[in-house]
């Protein structure tokens, strides 16, 4: 499994390539901004993007998804239950005061149990609904490596997205947390949506929302 991690945008949006090299495939996790830069990072690999997938719909994670749907053709993928807000990106833009982005058609085809089959990966869709309604992590086990599962703004390193935007729900973030992110080994690795990677294990120890 080969994984590139980089922050984008204004917000610093952990965006994620997750390619199999030898298959020369790849999804992309969170284009958020940084077209330019994404665009280089497939061409250097000479990867080819079968899915661009969304952790959910806020400004800071779908910034840059429309002109890389142009560039590979890719659907462009969220759950259906953020759908609304990226019908309100203008609103949204307006609050945190940058550009409204260019939009693209999306698929709602993010639900719970789906995966996404990247040569001889899997992603498979875990529906983790809180931080928005359709706040969905990513999931990929490969064979003889540690999972790594991509949270979005549900879990970060010692801290937990906010619920206070639209569709949050403070509850419903914890009961995501608790039945499906700490149903994990405790060796998979956490990629959140914002700041540095984590484990699953060391979430469960030391994160005050969780211990
Ligand atoms: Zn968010
Ligand atoms: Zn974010």
Redesign the pocket.
């Known amino acids: 499994m080969h994984v590139e991690t980089f922050a984008v945008g204004p917000?610093g949006?952990n965006c994620s390539i997750v390619a199999d090299l030898e298959a020369k495939k790849a999804v992309v996790i969170d284009p958020?901004g940084n077209f330019d830069e994404i665009a280089r990072r497939l061409a250097a690999r000479e990867l080819t993007v079968s899915a661009i997938v969304h952790t959910?719909t806020?400004i800071?994670?779908v910034g840059a998804t429309a002109p890389l749907q142009r560039l590979t053709g890719a659907e462009a993928c969220i759950h259906e239950g953020d759908r609304f807000l990226y019908d309100m990106l203008p609103v949204q833009a307006a609050m945190i005061g940058c550009a409204l982005p260019e939009t693209v058609e999306m698929e709602g085809s993010l639900v719970d149990g789906k995966a996404f089959r990247i040569g001889a990966l899997e992603l498979a869709v875990l529906h983790t609904p809180g931080h928005t309604p359709g706040s969905v992590s990513f999931l990929v086990s490969p064979s003889g490596e540690s999972p790594r599962v991509f949270t979005?703004?549900t879990l970060f390193r010692g801290g937990i997205?906010r619920t206070d935007l639209w569709g949050g729900d403070g509850n419903l973030i914890l009961k995501s947390l608790r039945g499906k992110l700490m149903s994990l080994a405790d060796e998979a690795i956490v990629v959140a949506?914002?700041g540095p990677n984590s484990t699953i294990g060391h979430e469960r120890r030391q994160n005050p929302f969780l211990v």
Do not use: I, K, N, Q
């Open positions: 917000l949006c958020g959910h806020h800071d994670h979005g703004d997205g949506g914002h």
